[in-house]
């Protein structure tokens, strides 16, 4: 199983990027993904998770209203689109997705939820 994340780069505050994320090897259609990123010298922390069917999505209170997670299970992808981007939303981005049947946000705002995790995507916002 493989979780392949692109789409980070270099923005300017204010600006955007669309971080998508690929599963191959099995399919997570029935699974929740999330999204987490870890900036440097800091813990791994939550961004977003989603949950199979869509009808249920939780944020980080420091993206809520400026990024929105969504998932294509057709195409095994999850995406993170991040507007309004502020320099402290630089690090690395990981793509997460659990094996488990969890709809809670409790559960999905945790790390040791997920199973499977991609390697990470470089986003860096310059002020």
């Known amino acids: 199983v493989q979780l392949q994340a692109y789409g980070g780069g270099l923005a300017q505050a204010g600006g955007s990027l669309r971080l998508s994320c690929a599963a191959s090897?099995?399919?997570?259609?029935?699974?929740?993904m999330g999204w987490f990123r870890q900036a440097p010298g800091k813990e791994r922390e939550f961004v977003a998770a989603?949950?199979?069917?869509?009808?249920?999505?939780y944020y980080a209170n420091s993206v809520k209203g400026r990024f929105a997670i969504s998932r294509d299970n057709a195409k095994n992808t999850v995406y993170l689109q991040m507007n309004s981007l502020k320099p402290e939303d630089t690090a690395v981005y990981y793509c997460?997705?659990?094996?488990?049947?969890?709809?809670?946000?409790?559960?999905?705002?945790?790390?040791?939820?997920?199973?499977?995790w991609g390697q990470g995507t470089q986003v860096t916002v310059s002020s």
């Open positions: 090897g099995r399919t997570f259609s029935r699974n929740a």
């Open positions: 997460a997705a659990t094996s488990a049947t969890y709809s809670n946000a409790f559960y999905l705002k945790s790390g040791r939820t997920y199973d499977y």
């Open positions: 989603i949950t199979w069917s869509s009808h249920h999505t």
